[in-house]
């Protein structure tokens, strides 16, 4: 399979699928994962291409039954029988409607519980927006990275902005718990960032009706000056 394009995550978040979405360059979400079927679409030209062509960097969860993992099925109001449901269209290893002697069923397991060959990651669940200060440069950035991801994958990311990101200390203003109000805490960096005390208030921003960017919280990193 042709390598992504960027560095390989343990989660992505939905921008970062949907940056994908051209038949050479193509990824889709569904049920948690995500997946690169780019050679997929290259192995089977064609119309059973076109949907998920279509669908390119976006989620297609709702086109499969989360219990068994397959595409959904309903009942044929016009034969009365069990079929997929495929109203996008049938798309590749989705069999016909149909018997027909010549559908090639030599693929083995479909694309789809293929993990081992297509899937890439996981799709974050819930994203969060930080912003990152260089007190050396005085420089601020702001990306965006999931939840579930710790310190150290969070600096993956901003390595993209600043090579030498593994040569500073990464610190927080967080709840102090002894003192009461709140202090500067070098963060864990093998610790997500609610579990460093930054939390996540976007939940709550939410159901208050305020702006989710109301409030982004400050990661401060440090240069270690040996």
Not at 17 to 30: G, L
Not at 185 to 205: C, H, I, K, S, Y
Request: hydrophobic share 35%; with cysteine; glycine share 6%.
């Amino acid at each position: 399979m042709a390598p992504p394009k960027g560095p390989l995550r343990r989660y992505y978040t939905p921008y970062e699928v949907a940056m994908h979405n051209t038949p050479s360059d193509c990824w889709v979400s569904f049920l948690g994962g995500v997946y690169n079927i780019s050679d997929l679409i290259k192995e089977y030209p064609g119309p059973l291409a076109a949907p998920l062509i279509a669908a390119a960097g976006q989620d297609i969860t709702h086109w499969f039954d989360p219990e068994t993992r397959d595409p959904r099925r309903h009942v044929c109001p016009v034969t009365q029988m069990e079929r997929y449901y495929t109203p996008m269209g049938r798309f590749i290893h989705v069999p016909p409607p149909e018997p027909l002697s010549n559908w090639d069923t030599s693929f083995g397991a479909p694309w789809w519980r293929n993990a081992r060959r297509y899937q890439i990651g996981l799709l974050s669940g819930r994203t969060r927006v930080v912003r990152i200060r260089n007190v050396l440069t005085d420089q601020e950035d702001q990306i965006e990275v999931p939840c579930e991801e710790t310190m150290a994958e969070i600096r993956e990311r901003y390595m993209e902005l600043n090579a030498h990101a593994k040569s500073y200390t990464w610190k927080a203003l967080v709840p102090d718990k002894n003192l009461g109000g709140h202090t500067f805490q070098e963060l864990d960096m093998n610790r997500t960032l609610a579990d460093n005390g930054v939390p996540d208030e976007g939940p709550t921003f939410e159901d208050h009706h305020v702006p989710s960017d109301y409030y982004v919280p400050v990661l401060h990193v440090y240069w270690n000056d040996d």
